[in-house]
């Protein structure tokens, strides 16, 4: 069965500091990887993916995420964090191999950037 | 402006009423999508349209009814719902591409009294 884990609940990062969000996958196929973030009262925005190539891949905002085929993870990482940037990530899968619609998303994780 | 608009933001309704939630979308996209979100819960993932078609119906209780009348609208028909109901349903459209992210409406709040 398909299923993404985010292991942290909340995360807590200093502005200018550089933040990781974690995020590890199980799927029966190959992936494909979504970021979303998701500020308050709204709905979830789509930040980067990873559908093939380069395993490390740039998106909105400064965020970057690098996909691990061996340890089955994609974790989201800014050099360096802003207070803006505190809300809810989530993390998501869709299973190439089996197509379809059906995208598993994580948990959430929530970032907190102090001034 | 997120190209996917859902109607009422906020909803309080009893147990024993009917409403629908509405969702329409201006981005040319030809999947339409209902979640449910619940605090430190994933997303549950109900229903999936494809070109007014469903796709994905995901084992959700009868007393939440899905339309989609053309490929722009997405209707989710509520009545008899129980307290455990109340969440943030979000409505979502892609292109018809298992590759292509999501863009998501702010949801609707429903609250079951």
């Not at chain 1, 973030?37 to 690098?66: C, H, M, W």
Request: hydrophobic share 30%; charged share 20%.
């Amino acid at each position: 069965a398909q299923s993404v884990a985010q292991p942290e609940d909340q995360v807590n990062v200093a502005e200018g500091n550089p933040l990781t969000v974690k995020c590890t996958y199980s799927v029966s196929g190959n992936p494909y990887l979504f970021w979303y973030v998701q500020y308050p009262n709204r709905g979830l925005q789509f930040l980067l993916k990873y559908i093939t190539g380069d395993n490390l891949v740039k998106g909105s905002y400064g965020f970057e995420a690098e996909f691990n085929k061996s340890q089955t993870s994609f974790h989201l990482k800014k050099p360096s964090a802003l207070v803006s940037d505190s809300a809810l990530y989530f993390c998501a899968v869709r299973d190439r191999n089996t197509g379809g619609f059906k995208t598993i998303f994580g948990a959430g994780t929530r970032l907190f950037v102090k001034a | 402006e997120t190209g996917v608009t859902q109607t009422p933001r906020h909803l309080v309704m009893g147990m024993t009423n009917k409403k629908s939630l509405k969702c329409e979308q201006h981005l040319g996209h030809n999947a339409m999508y209902w979640y449910k979100q619940s605090a430190k819960k994933p997303l549950e993932l109900m229903f999936v349209y494809s070109l007014e078609e469903r796709v994905e119906n995901n084992s959700v209780p009868s007393r939440f009814s899905p339309e989609c009348p053309n490929s722009s609208h997405l209707f989710l028909h509520l009545h008899t719902l129980q307290p455990e109901d109340s969440a943030l349903y979000l409505c979502a459209s892609s292109p018809d591409s298992s590759n292509q992210p999501q863009h998501f409406g702010d949801g609707t709040r429903l609250s079951i009294l």
